[in-house]
């Protein structure tokens, strides 16, 4: 299974904690699990590598929408006498949009390989 150090060399630019690392990666295999209907690869299966490319795009993906939304403000909107601002609140890694994209990321990279299919071949 893919460790932080392995992470880094795929993703050197995001700054992780193990903690943070532990945490995305429990999310990221929960949402791969379900995907490939609780068959998740192998060492020895073929398409093991792609699996863990699979899970280190998700744990990026959840790490940039964890810091898109800590560094989000927290009101908005705010009025000092009779001048007032709105603040924009980009959607980009909203909880929805989160979903949508890991499920994009999961088809792309698994979608032929007989992982993401449910009934009998």
């Known amino acids: 299974m893919i460790t932080l150090a392995d992470f880094f060399v795929k993703y050197p630019e995001l700054d992780i904690s193990d903690g943070e690392f532990i945490q995305f990666k429990r999310d990221a295999l929960a949402s791969?699990?379900?995907?490939?209907?609780?068959?998740?690869p192998s060492e020895d299966d073929p398409y093991f590598g792609r699996f863990q490319a699979t899970l280190c795009e998700l744990i990026a993906l959840l790490k940039r929408a964890a810091d898109e939304k800590a560094a989000a403000p927290e009101v908005d909107a705010e009025t000092i006498g009779s001048y007032s601002v709105k603040y924009?609140?980009?959607?980009?890694?909203?909880?929805?949009?989160?979903?949508i994209q890991a499920r994009q990321i999961i088809k792309s990279r698994l979608g032929d390989t007989g992982l993401l299919y449910r009934g009998r071949l």
Do not use: N
Request: proline residues 0%.
């Open 88 to 99: 924009h609140r980009s959607d980009e890694y909203s909880a929805d949009q989160v979903k």
């Open 32 to 40: 791969l699990d379900a995907a490939c209907f609780h068959r998740l």
